[in-house]
């Protein structure tokens, strides 16, 4: 998915200065299905950013920088039913790592 953030900043009503700031990230993701109300999850994910000078500029890639991290995933759904439940617990737990490492930044 990319997303693209123009960012302008203004002194008064003059444009002092505009950036362009464009986001590409991937997300893999392994389930594992322990038991039938449990499934735990690792994977990794990778963001690119790409910052421009001028807003307008897109895809170009030429001031890129990546981050890498490390996910985990812990679901556990005792619930006795799907909706309108009357017992049981959910419990969601999602967290990243990342590490400065990992991260790469290449100027052209």
Not at 93 to 104: D, G, K, L, M, S
């Amino acid at each position: 998915m990319v997303t693209v953030y123009p960012l302008i900043s203004l002194y008064g009503n003059t444009i002092t200065s505009s950036v362009n700031v464009e986001s590409l990230s991937f997300n893999v993701k392994t389930w594992i299905r322990a038991f039938r109300n449990a499934s735990l999850a690792v994977g990794a994910k990778t963001e690119f950013y790409n910052i421009n000078q001028a807003v307008g500029e897109t895809l170009l890639f030429t001031n890129v920088d990546r981050i890498l991290s490390a996910q985990g995933t812990l679901n556990l759904n005792t619930f006795n039913q799907n909706y309108f439940p009357t017992s049981g617990n959910l419990l969601f737990i999602q967290t990243e790592f990342a590490n400065t490492y990992w991260a790469v930044a290449s100027r052209s």
